[in-house]
């Protein structure tokens, strides 16, 4: 079966995106099997499928490279919104995702050329007595903020991220399902300027990865409520992906949303089978203006080390 695609990606997080929008192409167990064989195939992060809704202007299922279902996916998030807008001839739109319904909009260009959309990220879940603490089964040196997205991430500052020491911590946290009995993502944040910060995340189902989008969110939040910034105001988060725009904000007492804004970059579209990739269309103008985005992000960070 020759499967249409469209290769998409946003701050460093590889997709292709499959289009079920007027037709159901796969039961739920092929749609398992096919995000590992694609995602390996492909050295993608996950795989993005576009259905219609019944409350919303259509939604997205993101399926990891092990198979499994993400409750939320920014980075994806914000691809799905880019072509639900232009497939539906809209500036912004409203997307189901498997516990939520997010807002997606056409923004101001994050930089230059590059393509930029906006996402809310809500129905975020904390603990405010527990911001910043210590958690003894995971690690005796460092403390954390556990924020549902309403996927799970942990949050941890630190004065210089230790890749190694986040991968070895990625993979302990989930192994313990007694704390986190559905897996957890890991995130180390480090400060590089006032407003401004790096962030390395550990994705459960997936590894090491270019970048998280609610892990960028989770930790900008934290960042907010350790009392470097106030809410509402917009933050650089850096990523070896790029950059993108975060801005938390309180919707009532302990009750927040984070506004995402970053690349939603088209890459080819096309068919693809196990053996053969076939592309229509190369976005050749998008992939050089977002490899400009990341020159410009990685001088950035050179400027902080």
Partial sequence: ???????????????????????????????ITLSKELCEQEHLDGLLFFHNSDTADGKMRMFNPDGSEAEMCGNGLR????????????????????????????????YKTVETYRAELKDIVLNTQEINQAIDDVSSTLNFTVVNMPNPHLVSFVDKVDEEQLVALGKKVNTMPHLFPNGINVNFCQILDEGVIFVRTYERG??????CGSGMSASSLVYCLLGYQAMGHTLEVYNLGGLVQCTPMVTALHQYSIFLSGNATFMFKGFIDKQLKLCDKIFVDEIQNYGKLLEQSENMLDGFH
């Fill in 1 to 31: 079966m020759m499967l249409p695609i469209l290769s998409c990606q946003g701050s460093g997080n590889n997709f292709l995106l499959i289009n079920e929008y007027d037709n159901i192409l796969f039961s739920e167990e092929r749609r």
């Fill in 79 to 110: 691809c799905v919104g880019r072509f639900a807008c232009e497939t539906l001839d809209k500036t912004s739109v409203l997307i189901e995702t498997l516990k939520s319904v997010s807002l997606i909009s056409k923004e101001k260009n994050i």
């Fill in 206 to 211: 997936v590894g090491l990865t270019q970048s």
